[in-house]
């Protein structure tokens, strides 16, 4: 009993499953629920508590039969499992950014307190870090880059020479056309444009007056990111495989959607004068959480879980502080007030570090 | 349209309408409209017996469907690439092109001042180069055919040459709304090419490859390259100008306000025109009516590039050196003197690596060195944010604003252009950059405020050329497929 209620209260945090696709994400997140509970009510004792009783009994007296009390030790009916039921029935556990039916990849989930970590990754925008690869036509594929940018990045498969109703390839067939004047360059061309005219859209919902010299340096520096709701913005897209009619795109994005993404495979093919459907779309990457972090199938166990909660938890926390002191930092811009010295923006990167240390031990 | 529709229905015959007419009709409408029900009630009895079930179609069947579908073709696997010609900004004088902007052909539409985004202009043959002047514009095409050049805007002064009007055959128009042609003097309209236009406040240069260059427009200040006659009156005028009194090809021309730069292929600079900020760079700050040979520090030096637009020119030689004469009121040459202007050409010894292209704006000027990054200096407004307006040092904007990220390290500037006080950049991929001060639109970002940093212009294709007016522009772009 014991030991299924330390392990139920030490259940707290975020972790990542991976979602295959061909099943929806909310019975993604009863099965993991279905699971841990049973795993949690198996580390239960099966013990039931014994009683004190004294019953009344008939024993052989000096005048016969005689009603006299014996001390009898019975279970405890009321605290057997069987009548009680399972300690656990139910565990908070919530979805973080869903994926549709059709996608898979990396699902972030939250359990007990951490579901109020999940609505600040859902507001969190982060700082971006740079590294790199050259995209190489032909059988050659790249690696996608896992950049830590904003919001989260997928690799998208898509098929040229077809339309359908719902951009993928188990729609019903709309068109067929030709696709064989498709070359890398350009489809390199069209990328480029998409990436364009997105990183555009990207300044003009950033709600930042153009004029200030504030502008100007986060425009420089890459930093003007949508704090409010936005329509889906594509912050980076490259080809990382391109073997015509199979293509493969990698794609950041923020506040997108699966079918927004199949969207644009359908336009790509529209602008290169020809159709194309979506055939895969797989989230690499949601915020903090990248492949890696993701739990498949067959590690869906409480250890496993427990595990993962422990390895992204300082992740998580340093991540989420400084991209909340970044929010602050903007807010401050947005009421016109001057910009935050860089020396201020190390401060308060140093009270993070220190304030985790301390965290870490309240919290375990 | 009921009548003759059904057999049975009955015919309008030859009989003369009269007021019995009228009932006639309601009640021909009448009996049509219940011949028309009962046909479609005996119609539907008829299909149900023929109409089957929809059944869901097995993957089978969805397949074999699919496979028998048609291949649309939209095009073909060697398809070239078009060539467009996109254009913005101011359209009262014309210069865009679109006569539907200032005389609009249908009543739905409104006459337009400012066209504040890219604008297709359907032109005849593929052009080659454009230069936009103060209100008017110049297309050229390397056809052989008679019609080799077009111009549309202002005609005050026959910068266009001279467009016959077709109300009165003895004038000329003073606005062209379209790329009308424009008749040069040719010796072989057959053969010659034109290599390049150039337009200035109100007159335009034409490079041919054979027959030397051809100059039109105001020449009170001699820009055209022929004596100034006292009293002439320019508009309606018929006159075009030959020049071909150079030592070797012309290979470069550039109109400035008031004056003419010529580059030979030697790489000697000559010029004439207005002199009064020094811009002919002759050593005096007189007119001069004929083109002359250049000297200073561009002696010997073999020029590969000459910017100017306004009052300031900048030459770039084969050696990345820059040199810089004319206007200095806007610090464009404080680096070097404290004059403010210089009438013989400098050399600018700035540390920034060799140049590779230059552009002169009104105030300001623009370079973009071998590794394609971007230097301004001068005045106004440079692309570093509002709080760096004048500086008389280059100063490097950054590549990031040129598109340069992680996705696409090899970004790279290749071609500035100014205005009078914009400026547009090219980078590798064919993008367009504006940034400056947006005089009625002619940044073409969509909105009417100054743009203090680069700012993309969508446009619908790769940018291969781009040409700076005042307040309009033109570009020259190939579509993506």
Redesign the interface.
């Known amino acids: 009993m014991a030991a299924g209620r330390a392990a139920r209260t030490r259940l707290n945090g975020l972790f990542a499953v991976y979602k295959p696709p061909g099943v929806a994400s909310i019975r993604v997140r009863d099965t993991l629920e279905t699971l841990l509970l049973k795993e949690l009510n198996s580390l239960e004792q099966p013990t039931v508590p014994q009683q004190v009783r004294f019953l009344p009994t008939t024993v052989e007296g000096n005048a016969g039969k005689e009603l006299t009390l014996t001390v009898t030790q019975l279970p405890v009916l009321a605290a057997h499992p069987l009548v009680k039921g399972p300690e656990f029935t139910h565990l908070k556990i919530g979805a973080g950014h869903r994926l549709d039916t059709k996608s898979s990849g990396v699902f972030v989930l939250g359990v007990g307190h951490g579901n109020k970590l999940l609505t600040d990754m859902y507001n969190a925008h982060l700082t ?1 870090v ?3 690869t050259e995209p190489v036509w032909g059988l050659l594929c790249v690696t996608p ?1 896992l ?1 830590r940018n904003q919001g989260q990045a997928y690799t998208v498969r898509g098929l040229f ?1 077809k339309a359908t109703d719902d951009f993928s390839d188990t729609g019903r ?1 709309i ?4 696709f ?2 498709i070359t890398g360059d ?1 489809l390199e ?2 990328l ?2 998409i ?3 997105n ?2 859209a990207l300044l003009m919902y950033s709600n930042i007056d ?4 504030e ?3 986060l ?4 930093l003007i990111r949508p704090m409010e709701k936005t329509p889906p913005l594509i912050t ?3 080809c990382l495989q391109f073997a015509p009619p199979e293509f493969q795109l990698e794609i950041q994005c923020v506040h997108e959607t699966q079918q927004y993404l199949r969207k644009i495979v359908h336009e790509i093919g529209l ?4 159709t194309a459907v979506c055939t895969q779309v797989r989230r690499i990457r949601d915020g903090f959480f990248t492949l890696d972090n993701a739990l498949p199938r067959t590690h869906w166990n409480l250890q496993n879980i427990r595990n993962s909660i422990k390895d992204s938890k300082i992740k998580v926390k340093v991540g989420l502080q400084r991209s909340l002191s970044h929010q602050a930092r903007s807010g401050k811009r947005h009421t016109d007030m001057d910009q935050v010295a860089e020396s201020e923006l190390h401060s308060t990167e140093g009270t993070s570090a220190s304030d985790l240390t301390q965290n870490e031990i309240t919290t375990c | 349209m009921l009548f003759g529709f059904f057999p049975g229905a009955p015919k309008f015959g030859h009989g003369p309408f009269k007021s019995q007419a009228s009932r006639d009709l309601a009640g021909l409408e009448r009996g049509c409209r219940k011949a028309l029900a009962s046909a479609v009630m005996a119609a539907a009895r008829l299909s149900r017996g023929f109409a089957k079930v929809a059944k869901t179609r097995s993957s089978r069947e969805v397949k074999e ?2 496979d028998s ?11 070239k690439r078009k060539d467009r010609v996109f254009v913005w900004g101011f359209c009262h004088a014309g210069a865009l092109g679109i006569p539907s902007f200032v005389k609009p052909d249908a009543s739905w539409k409104k006459r337009r001042r400012i066209q504040p985004t890219p604008y297709r202009l359907d032109t005849a043959e593929k052009i080659s180069s454009a230069a936009c002047g103060y209100g008017f514009t110049l297309i050229s095409s390397k056809t052989t055919d008679i019609t080799k050049v077009w111009g549309m805007g202002l005609n005050k002064d026959s910068q266009l040459g001279f467009q016959r009007s077709r109300k009165d055959q003895t004038k000329g128009y003073e606005y062209v709304l379209e790329p009308s042609p424009i008749p040069l003097p040719l010796d072989t309209p057959q053969e010659t090419r034109i290599l390049q236009v150039s337009c200035g406040r109100a007159h335009s240069l034409i490079l041919t490859d054979k027959e030397g260059v051809f100059s039109m427009g105001n020449n009170s200040y001699g820009q055209c390259g022929r004596k100034v006659t006292e009293g002439e009156i320019y508009s309606e005028s018929h006159l075009i100008h030959r020049l071909q009194k150079f030592k070797g090809r012309v290979a470069q021309i550039v109109c400035g306000q008031d004056h003419s730069l010529f580059r030979t292929e030697r790489g000697e600079v000559y010029s004439c025109g207005w002199g009064a900020d020094g811009q002919t760079g002759l050593g005096h700050y007189n007119i001069t009516s004929v083109p002359t040979k250049l000297g200073g520090d561009i002696a010997g030096v073999n020029i590969v590039h000459v910017a100017t637009y306004g009052d300031s020119c900048l030459a770039v030689s084969d050696e990345g050196d820059l040199f810089g004469w004319g206007n200095s009121e806007y610090l464009q040459l404080a680096s070097i003197t404290e004059t403010t202007q210089v009438n013989v050409p400098r050399h600018l010894p700035f540390k920034i690596g060799k140049i590779k292209d230059a552009a002169c704006g009104g105030t300001g000027n623009a370079v973009v060195n071998e590794e394609g990054n971007v230097f301004v200096w001068g005045y106004g407004i440079l692309g ?4 760096l307006m004048e500086t008389a040092t280059p100063e490097m904007i ?1 590549p ?2 040129f ?1 340069l ?5 090899d970004t790279r500037v290749s071609r500035i252009c100014c205005g009078l006080s914009q400026f547009a950049a090219l980078n590798n ?3 367009l950059f504006m940034w400056g001060k947006n005089i009625r639109g002619s940044l073409g970002i969509g909105r009417m ?5 680069p ?2 212009v ?1 446009i619908p294709g ?1 940018v291969v050329d781009v040409a700076c007016g005042v307040d309009h522009m033109v570009t020259l772009v190939k579509s ?2």
């Open positions: 971006r740079c590294s790199g880059i950049t020479g067939l068109e067929k056309t030709t064989d004047h350009k061309r069209i480029a444009v990436q364009g005219t990183h555009k153009l004029k200030t010299q502008a100007y340096e425009a420089v520096e890459g980076a897209i490259r602008e290169l004068k020809s | 469907a699919e579908a048609p291949v649309f073709q939209y095009v073909g696997e060697r398809s570093k944010g509002p709080n950054p990031t604003l598109g990220s992680d996705f696409s390290p991929r064919g993008e405020e100054d743009q203090y940093f700012w993309r969508t790769e993506f497929i």
